[in-house]
C-alpha cells in the first residue's frame, strides 16, 4: 500500500493534465494505507503502571487510576472504559497461541484491582505506525499542492 501512495505521488508530479479520478484516487490511496495499518499497529499492552493502547498514529499510555471498568462483551471482545478518554474493545480469540478474552480480561481486572500505578493518568506519543502514515499523508498533500500551482 506504501506504494501504491508513492505511484500516485510520483503520478500527481509529473502529469500535465491531472483528471478528476487521479484527485481522488490520492486521498483513497491513503485511505487503503490506514485500512492495511490498523490491523497491523492496534494493540493493548499491560504494563505494571498501567495499559497502553496503540494505534496507527498515536500510542497512548493510560494509568490504572484511569480505568473505570472492563467488560466482557460478546466473545471475543474486551472492553476497557477509560471515562471521559473514551471506550477501546479488543479482540481475543485464544486461537494459536494467542490469548483468549477471558484471560485478558483476569489480567485487566487484576491490575486495576492492584492499582500500584505511580504515573500521571495519560501520556501520548507517537506509534511507529505515524512513521509510515505521517510522511505519506505529508506527501500527497505536497504532490497535491505542487500539481494544483504547476497547472
Known sequence: MLAAV???????????????????SAPGALLALWGVLVPAVERLTVTSDGIVVSGPVLRRKYSWRTIEAIELGRKPNVTVDLGRRGRHTFSYDGKNGRPSQVEVAGVLQRGWFLN???????RVSLSWGAAVFLPAVAAVVAATAWALFKG
Open 116 to 122: 500500584t500505578s505511580g504515573l500521571t493518568t495519560y
Open 6 to 24: 508513492g505511484f500516485k505521488v510520483v503520478d500527481l508530479v509529473r502529469d500535465d493534465q491531472i483528471s478528476w479520478w487521479e484527485w481522488g
